[in-house]
């Protein structure tokens, strides 16, 4: 049987994304981690799975690119799996922050001196430090592991360049880190939490990786094509909500109106969102806005869902 919305997709998308592209050239490609630099600035990909297991993709969407951020959600839904809630929200709070996604302001100002939340900088530093394992490479083997779960996709490596990169040059996290320690927020050695972080933040993917990852969320935790409950449905409902309140930084309310689906963005230009029971989504246009967020990809969104109703709001 034919899905109307999945045939209107079809036909519309391609038509869609040439519409976004020229929206790159109001964005900036992220340079700070030097080899993020390289990616192509009017780049605009998408891949979006529907729940039966229909993929549909448009424009670059062969790109790979970094997840960065894009992994904070994954990571801080394998510590609640590895922790629980009540020792996680120890560490993390639950609010979004109005502040850049690398602003250690509030560390120092707010007593008692925790991240506000685990998508910023300071609260995904912190959710790495909480990862189990024998030690940092056992930690990130973990991670990459139940990565390549979700994504269906047993080849998901590492960027080592990008890896490299932003090793090298994450001193703004680096200090954050050693704030965090002196708060007796992170325990152990600065050195290997970062190196846990770096290294997810550096996990090469594909548009239609991130889509079969959002759709895991989108069904609540079970991989629809496999029928595997990977996630319980309680960690999902947590990311989801903070993807919806913290996902897109401090645009994050513009989005929830504009848009109206959890998503979260990395500074390599991808977006990861879902249709509520319906579709995993992944996006790339390497191209940023001034808070750090795709400009074309979140132009493609806006353009989707309004024109499919998608907001939940
Ligand atoms: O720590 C960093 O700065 C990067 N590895 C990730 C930041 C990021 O993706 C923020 N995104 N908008």
Known sequence: MTNPEIERIKTALPGWVEAGKPFASEGK??????ELSKAPKEALGIALIS????????????????????SKVFTLILALMDNGEELVFSKVGMEP???NFNSMLKLELVRPGIPFNPLINAGAITVSSLIEGA??????????HFFKELAANDCLDYDMAVYRSESETGDLNRSMAYLLKDNGVLNGSVDDVLDVYFRHCSINVRCADLARMALVLACDGTDPLTGQTLIPRRYVQIAKTFMTTCGMYNASGEFAIQVGLPAKSGVSGGILT??????GIGIVGPALNAKGNSRAGVRLLETMSQELD???F
Do not use: C, H, N
Request: zero cysteines; charged letters at 25%; proline letters at 4%.
């Open 274 to 279: 879902l249709v509520p029971g319906r579709f």
């Open 135 to 144: 030690d940092a490479a056992d930690k990130s083997a973990r991670i990459l």
């Open 29 to 34: 490609v992220a340079s700070y981690i030097p």
């Open 97 to 99: 922050t109005g502040d």
């Open 51 to 70: 729940k039966d297991g229909e993929t549909i993709a448009a424009g670059d969407a062969d790109l790979s690119f970094t997840m960065q951020s894009i």
């Open 310 to 312: 998608w907001s939940m």
